[in-house]
């Protein structure tokens, strides 16, 4: 894929006459329509225009936990627009305006915490796709995308405006967002719509349309209609967004420092409506937040979750393997995009360039990315041999099948200079046959090979298959899942994630959320689920099963839940968990029980966390998580969070101990610091990420960076390994 760019152009092209189908609703609707306008209009939250008066007022609010009654808040909102941007007004009355929470101003901020509302916008009216947009009383806001309703990447970050004001009757709020930052088909005047308001004192979520326990806002099956959308324009849509970026990293054991100054360009064009391209060049993740550090109690490797947004934006479209029910690290990701830019050892390897074609042509979703990484030597990189030139590349296409379903197919290809190339071929199926029940099934074969085998006349040519298939049956009350995989010997994705492979994998899960009327409570929580894994030959090698016996949630939204593990593994290797205590080869049957609990995350003090006690191969265990949160105003937040596991073995006993410290002072929706502290006592390892962000315009940016890592035997004995200051200045040009 080293010719990406013609492509990505030849694929667009041949898409681009495509139309959407309008989807079917499958529930009753509301509609409101929007009111054209012809002048821009100031956003300030207090909706003191008049042609506010003049807009089509939507209410009728309803329950989520109650469906049958109103909300205890009323709440109207209005929709007017002109050509180039789309204007929603709120008003959110309140009968206790003093008690309206309102804690969080950093953009992306938790705002699920505080009074907020949320708008949903279904912009080519098929149900699948949404753009999820929020706003609070201080002004704060939040956005993300939701991707065939599954799945919400809150890691899009749109161009839009938004203000808001506390008043004596509630409060109010404004939306303003172009066009230009949304995709549409602009042969529709209709598009899928809908509204939540959380009044958060009350842990009270209320609906314009009910789309019921059993779904989320973003099934937009069940969302209302938003009418009279006509002659709208988006411009060129072309963004061009150059930045600069200089660092100097001082590094203590060699006593050497490294100063460095660059120039890069990302560029966002709207292709079509429905298509963008976006070209990254010289590609710098300076503001990407440090990694978690964890400890890893098991035998496979840890999934770090990807932070860096150019991998983040439109990151649904390529799924293939659909999430497990049961949580936890998945099997099996034919792609993923921390492959690519970071090293084994974890260091940051160089991006040339990228591009990526992602979006919708009719009932096609397409996404399309090369990227181009540099080669390091083994003093930098910290790998034997150092690294060679990558490209890196996946070929996603999904086509809409009736109303909610879709077949796709995939492709990824790792291509290393000097090496040897890899590719995988998928092909997939996401089936709604019905409201409640979702089907998936995929197919997969890898190919690797090495070029300097084949030359000397022996093909070491590498092939081999996996699949798998899930049911999942989500009701109001129960929830049924089972899930069957299986992974070949010699399946290889190497632009994916594999946790092992040899295996078939089993998970059913079944959960039981009764709703009686007693008091205060919510709903019970009970639920089985198991993990059952063997090798090709049926030999079991680990079964999981974990029996969540009595839980429940109370109407404040606080929560408890009890819960036995029973676990069987089979070890055919010795099992070195820490330097020097190795569990050796055999079969170990080994329970253990906890609870987790949770209070209602909108209050000032909230606290969540689990403890764990019981058997541990041949030896116990003893976990405990927990995490304090305190945001003592709208400008200032802290987070603490302690992991501590104490493992007694025959071989030997060890304690590991996480803490992570996140503080967040933000004095104005525009202005945010965070710093990220962590101490891992068992990498002997304190870490410092500091940033600072000034969004002195939409979509450009000011960072300032500060990145400190100290060797730490303990607390009281810490040594400087390496320490870092990164400036970073991007400006946003739209045309």
Not at 59 to 83: D, H, L, N, W
Not at 276 to 283: E, K, M, S, V
Not at 377 to 405: C, F, H, M, P
Request: with cysteine.
């Amino acid at each position: 894929m080293r010719r990406g760019l013609p492509l990505l152009l030849l694929l667009a092209a041949g898409l681009a006459a495509a139309r959407p189908g309008t989807a079917q609703h499958d529930m009753p609707f509301s509609t409101v329509q929007a009111l054209p306008v012809n002048e821009a209009l100031q956003v300030d939250g207090l909706l003191d225009e008049d042609v506010w008066s003049q807009a089509q007022v939507a209410s009728g609010f309803t329950q989520r936990e109650k469906p049958e009654e109103p909300a205890t808040e009323p709440t109207e909102f209005m929709v007017v627009y002109t050509p180039t941007t789309l204007y929603i007004g709120f008003r959110c009355f309140d009968s206790e305006p003093e008690g309206i929470v309102a804690r969080e101003l950093e953009r992306d901020g938790r705002l699920f915490r505080d009074d907020a509302v949320i708008v949903v916008i279904d912009t080519f009216h098929d149900h699948r796709n949404a753009y999820f947009l929020e706003v609070n009383p201080a002004g704060a806001i939040l956005d993300a995308l939701s991707e065939e309703g599954r799945s919400l990447n809150g890691d899009w970050d749109g161009v839009w405006t938004a203000a808001a004001k506390i008043t004596a009757d509630g409060w109010t709020a404004e939306m303003a967002i172009p066009f230009s930052t949304l995709r549409f088909d602009p042969a529709l005047d209709t598009w899928g719509f809908n509204v939540r308001r959380l009044v958060a004192r009350k842990a009270e979520q209320s609906y314009w349309v009910q789309v019921g326990r059993d779904a989320s806002l973003v099934r937009m099956s069940r969302a209302g209609h938003l009418t009279g959308l006509n002659g709208l324009e988006s411009g060129l849509n072309l963004r061009l967004k150059p930045f600069a970026v200089g660092s100097q990293t001082d590094f203590n054991l060699t006593g050497l420092t490294n100063e460095e100054s660059d120039l890069g360009m990302d560029v966002k064009w709207g292709i079509t409506r429905g298509l963008a391209l976006d070209l990254t060049y010289n590609t710098d993740f300076a503001e990407a937040e440090a990694d978690d550090q964890q400890v890893n109690l098991t035998r496979f490797s840890l999934f770090l979750r990807e932070k860096r947004e150019f991998f983040l934006e439109n990151a649904g479209i390529f799924e293939f393997v659909p999430p497990s029910q049961i949580g936890g690290t998945p099997p099996l990701e034919v792609f993923f995009s921390r492959r690519i830019g970071v090293a084994e050892s974890g260091v940051p390897v160089p991006i040339q360039w990228g591009t990526r074609l992602t979006g919708r042509a009719g009932d096609w979703s397409i996404g399309v990315l090369d990227v181009s990484t540099e080669a390091m030597d083994q003093a930098t990189s910290g790998v034997l041999g150092g690294i060679q030139e990558d490209n890196w590349g996946v070929v996603r296409v999904k086509r809409n099948v009736g109303e909610r379903s879709a077949v796709g197919m995939i492709f990824t290809n790792r291509d290393q200079e000097d090496v040897g190339s890899s590719q995988v071929y998928g092909l997939d199926a996401n089936l709604n046959p019905l409201p409640k029940l979702n089907v998936n099934t995929f197919f997969a074969a890898s190919r690797t090979s090495n070029p300097f085998v084949d030359d000397i006349g022996v093909v070491d040519d590498e092939q081999d298959q996996a699949g798998g298939a899930s049911m999942v049956w989500n009701g109001q009350y129960w929830l049924w899942a089972m899930e069957a995989m299986e992974i070949g010997d010699s399946f290889d994705p190497q632009v994916g994630f594999l946790l092992r492979n040899g295996i078939r994998r089993y998970a059913p899960t079944v959960f039981y959320k009764p709703r009686p009327k007693v008091g205060n409570l919510r709903s019970l929580l009970l639920d089985a689920q198991a993990e059952i894994i063997t090798d090709l030959d049926d030999r079991l090698e680990t079964f999981a099963g974990r029996l969540d016996f009595f839980g429940f949630i109370l109407d404040s939204e606080d929560q408890f839940q009890t819960f036995i593990d029973i676990n069987r593994e089979r070890l055919v290797q010795p099992f070195a968990i820490r330097p020097g205590i190795v569990i050796p080869p055999g079969e170990y049957d080994f329970n253990d029980v906890g609870a987790t609990y949770a209070t209602n995350p909108y209050r000032q003090v909230f606290v969540t966390g689990s403890v764990l006690t019981g058997q541990f191969y041949d030896g116990e265990r003893f976990s405990n998580v927990i995490t304090v949160g305190w945001r003592a105003s709208r400008y200032f937040r802290a987070e603490t969070r302690w992991t501590r596991d104490e493992v007694d073995l025959p071989g030997g006993s060890f304690t590991a101990n996480v803490w992570r410290q996140r503080l967040s002072l933000s004095p104005t929706p525009r202005i945010s610091t965070n710093a990220f502290i962590q101490y891992n006592d068992s990498a002997d390892l304190v870490s410092l990420n500091l940033r600072f962000n000034w969004i002195y315009r939409p979509g450009a940016d000011i960072f300032l960076v500060y990145n400190h890592n100290w060797i730490a035997p303990g607390l009281g004995d810490l040594g400087t390994r390496e320490r870092q200051a990164i400036l970073k200045f991007t400006y946003l040009l739209s045309l």
